[in-house]
């Protein structure tokens, strides 16, 4: 019996020491040649390695912005040896969402590890800006002054009284709350068609951005009477007991070169608009 148990230790003993059958483990591990591929991200890249060492924020101008309806271009500087991919998203606000072609501007860069390629973030256009005045306006209205349809303004607060001049326009992002202003343009004899452009933004501007400029009269205070006068419904665009009270006469509107997008804020605020954007007429 004693000999039995030491030969069942001995053969235990030999078991735990042996060495790995090579063949029977072979489906364990990975072996040099079947070892997985380092992940694209942990590669070294030497567009990461740029974006490493340009940690300033690099000046440069605007090229290729080809695709205006993708809203997406290059930037080429000077600091860098190839040129860097920028999306209108990148933009800051206060700035042109549409870069032009030789625009200069300022940049943070950053790597994108899915395409291994650099672009360029937290834009920002360079050069003079003009401070302006600035209100909001819904869509439809904010067309029909800019395309010289709706030459007065109602509120039935005096947000203009005693403010005349030039000030910027501001698209709200909140369309008007109901249509009875297209009575009023039916009413004028115009066609749907005509109706229709009348009421749309040109391609590129959009709720939300600063499309113009625009220059008030002197804010006068409506009588009942006379803001039922047909000449008026006209003027403003809505019957009487749909406008406001206090009316300011549109004089002179200018389209800005390119869209400018800002936040809304309610009443009369300031907002500086680079001079490039700025139409002929201002300058």
Same mark, same amino acid.
């Given at each position: 019996?004693?000999?039995?148990?030491?030969? @069942? !230790?001995?053969?235990?003993? =030999?078991?735990?020491?042996?060495?790995?059958?090579? $063949?029977?483990?072979?489906?364990?591990?990975?072996?040099?040649?079947?070892?997985? $591929?380092?992940?694209? @991200?942990?590669?070294?890249?030497?567009?990461?390695?740029? !974006?490493?060492?340009?940690?300033?924020?690099?000046?440069?101008?605007?090229?290729?912005?080809?695709?205006?309806?993708?809203?997406? &271009?290059?930037?080429?500087?000077?600091?860098?040896?190839?040129?860097?991919?920028?999306?209108?998203?990148?933009?800051?606000?206060?700035?042109?969402?549409?870069?032009?072609?030789?625009?200069?501007?300022?940049?943070?860069?950053?790597?994108?590890?899915?395409?291994?390629?650099?672009?360029?973030?937290?834009?920002?256009?360079?050069?003079?800006?003009?401070?302006?005045? !600035?209100?909001? #306006?819904?869509?439809?209205? $904010?067309?029909?002054? #800019?395309?010289?349809?709706?030459?007065?303004?109602?509120?039935?607060?005096?947000?203009?009284?005693?403010?005349?001049?030039?000030?910027?326009?501001?698209?709200?992002?909140?369309?008007?709350?109901?249509?009875?202003?297209?009575?009023?343009?039916?009413?004028?004899? =115009?066609?749907?068609?005509?109706?229709?452009? +009348? !009421?749309?933004?040109?391609?590129?501007?959009?709720? &939300?951005?600063?499309?113009?400029i625009v220059e008030l009269g002197e804010t006068w205070l409506g009588t009942y009477e006379e803001r039922g006068q047909p000449k008026i419904?006209? $003027?403003?665009?809505?019957?009487?007991?749909?406008? &406001?009270?206090?009316?300011?006469?549109?004089?002179?509107?200018?389209?800005?070169?390119?869209? =400018?997008?800002?936040?809304?804020?309610? &009443?009369?605020?300031?907002?500086?608009?680079?001079?490039?954007? +700025?139409?002929?007429?201002?300058?």
């Amino acid at each position: 019996m004693n000999f039995l148990i030491y030969i @069942h !230790c001995l053969l235990n003993f =030999l078991r735990r020491t042996r060495k790995p059958n090579r $063949a029977r483990n072979a489906g364990h591990g990975h072996s040099v040649a079947s070892c997985p $591929a380092i992940p694209a @991200h942990q590669q070294p890249s030497k567009c990461r390695e740029e !974006c490493g060492q340009k940690r300033q924020r690099p000046h440069g101008e605007s090229q290729q912005w080809r695709k205006p309806f993708r809203r997406y &271009g290059f930037i080429t500087s000077e600091t860098l040896d190839r040129d860097v991919f920028v999306h209108s998203s990148k933009i800051l606000p206060n700035n042109p969402t549409i870069l032009s072609t030789e625009d200069e501007v300022s940049f943070f860069l950053a790597y994108d590890d899915a395409k291994d390629r650099l672009y360029a973030e937290k834009v920002e256009l360079l050069g003079d800006r003009t401070m302006f005045k !600035c209100f909001s #306006m819904s869509q439809p209205f $904010a067309s029909l002054l #800019m395309k010289n349809h709706k030459t007065i303004e109602s509120r039935n607060s005096n947000l203009f009284f005693q403010s005349k001049g030039l000030f910027a326009l501001h698209v709200g992002r909140k369309p008007w709350k109901d249509s009875k202003y297209r009575d009023v343009l039916i009413s004028q004899g =115009l066609t749907a068609s005509q109706i229709s452009d +009348l !009421c749309s933004l040109p391609d590129d501007f959009a709720p &939300g951005d600063i499309v113009g400029i625009v220059e008030l009269g002197e804010t006068w205070l409506g009588t009942y009477e006379e803001r039922g006068q047909p000449k008026i419904e006209s $003027a403003v665009v809505a019957a009487r007991e749909d406008m &406001g009270k206090f009316l300011t006469p549109i004089l002179r509107t200018y389209w800005l070169k390119r869209p =400018l997008t800002v936040p809304g804020k309610p &009443g009369i605020w300031e907002v500086s608009i680079p001079n490039q954007l +700025l139409p002929d007429e201002i300058e």
